[in-house]
């Protein structure tokens, strides 16, 4: 079964509740499994207000965690270096790299942040 890595936006918007994205996330995790990256994890609990941590450590006990390994933080790094825009985040290039390590797709209701061509973006609902 392949994977799929929900960037950062798309756990906000899930743990916000709306249903274009919860709907979204049942077609597409019909035939891959749900995943994130720690760099996301990192991002839900910096901006996580203290009631919301319980839904939050529920939702990515639900998910398979993916560590950031050499070989991706590498990756992200090339990412990062070829690509002449300032506003692309190296949070964002670090997602992308795991997604191709992993042989798996991104999904994201912020396509533009990943320029890479050889990473595969599935944009959700926004």
């Known amino acids: 079964m392949s994977k799929i890595v929900l960037d950062t936006d798309v756990l906000i918007d899930l743990l916000r509740g709306r249903e274009a994205v919860r709907r979204f996330l049942r077609e597409i995790t019909n035939q891959s499994v749900p995943c994130c990256s720690v760099i996301s994890v990192a ?3 910096a901006g996580m207000r203290p009631e919301e941590q319980v839904t939050t450590a529920n939702l990515l ?3 398979v965690v993916l560590p950031v390994t050499r070989e991706i933080a590498e990756l992200a790094g090339h990412f990062k270096r070829r690509t002449k825009s300032r506003k692309l985040e190296l ?3 670090l997602i992308a ?3 191709l390590v992993e042989g798996a797709s991104v999904a994201t209701g912020n396509a533009k ?3 890479m061509p050889e990473v595969t973006v599935l944009p959700a609902p926004r």
């Open 43 to 45: 991002e839900l609990y």
């Open 113 to 115: 942040d990943y320029p």
């Open 97 to 99: 790299a795991t997604a």
């Open 91 to 93: 949070a964002d290039c």
């Open 61 to 63: 006990d639900g998910l």
